[in-house]
């Protein structure tokens, strides 16, 4: 049965590494929910985190085949429940439409989002929370016009203490 993982992919710094991951998904037609790739917490190590909607054994696979790339430290997956995850996503909505009263003001405390920017013909808002979260927000304001809207894609900590850390020690490579 197919259900979300996020994959999350450690990797060295070199120059094409992205493009050999994405192929392992390409060449199984899998869609990528959500691709997004920053910084580890160590350094010279980089984490792409990506989010599919797979069976668990075709998941195990991309996994094993993620690990045989030259350039990738480790490769893990997880299920929801065991991530702590968010998205940021920020939406540009005429700045008129603050001038009818309280509704988007009122809207953005229901949402918990925060205003980043007023400008004279538009106002940016941030939302930090889950897809459905940032969705509802979105809906809502499209109400009112909304010129732009960008959503990032799911950033995760695992709950698992430090399992590169944990890798790297058993291999003696840290």
Same mark, same amino acid.
């Given at each position: 049965?197919?259900?979300? !993982?996020?994959?999350?992919? !450690?990797?060295?710094?070199?120059?094409?590494?992205? #493009?050999?991951?994405?192929?392992?998904?390409?060449?199984?037609? &899998?869609?990528?929910?959500?691709?997004?790739?920053? #910084?580890?917490?160590?350094?010279?190590?980089?984490?792409? &985190?990506?989010?599919?909607?797979?069976?668990?054994?075709?998941?195990?696979?991309?996994? #094993?085949?993620?690990?045989?790339?030259?350039?990738? &430290?480790?490769?893990?997956?997880?299920?929801?429940?065991?991530?702590?995850?968010?998205?940021?996503?920020?939406?540009?909505?005429?700045?008129?439409? !603050?001038?009818?009263?309280?509704?988007?003001?009122?809207?953005?405390?229901?949402?918990?989002?925060? &205003?980043?920017?007023?400008?004279?013909?538009?106002?940016?808002?941030?939302?930090?929370?889950?897809?459905?979260?940032?969705? #509802?927000?979105?809906?809502?304001?499209?109400?009112?016009?909304?010129?732009? !809207?960008?959503?990032?894609?799911?950033?995760?900590?695992?709950?698992?203490?430090?399992?590169?850390?944990?890798?790297?020690?058993?291999?003696?490579?840290?």
């Amino acid at each position: 049965m197919k259900q979300e !993982f996020t994959i999350s992919v !450690f990797t060295e710094d070199k120059t094409g590494i992205l #493009a050999r991951i994405i192929s392992n998904f390409t060449k199984r037609h &899998i869609n990528l929910e959500s691709i997004i790739a920053s #910084a580890s917490s160590m350094e010279g190590i980089y984490r792409i &985190i990506i989010v599919v909607n797979v069976t668990e054994d075709t998941v195990k696979k991309i996994v #094993a085949q993620l690990d045989k790339q030259v350039d990738v &430290i480790k490769a893990f997956y997880y299920t929801n429940d065991e991530l702590v995850y968010q998205e940021i996503a920020m939406y540009k909505v005429p700045t008129k439409a !603050f001038m009818n009263g309280t509704i988007i003001e009122n809207l953005t405390r229901k949402h918990n989002a925060r &205003i980043l920017e007023i400008e004279e013909e538009f106002t940016v808002i941030e939302k930090t929370g889950l897809h459905h979260e940032t969705e #509802a927000l979105l809906e809502e304001l499209r109400k009112y016009g909304i010129f732009e !809207f960008v959503r990032s894609g799911r950033i995760a900590i695992s709950r698992p203490l430090e399992q590169l850390n944990n890798y790297l020690r058993s291999k003696k490579l840290k």
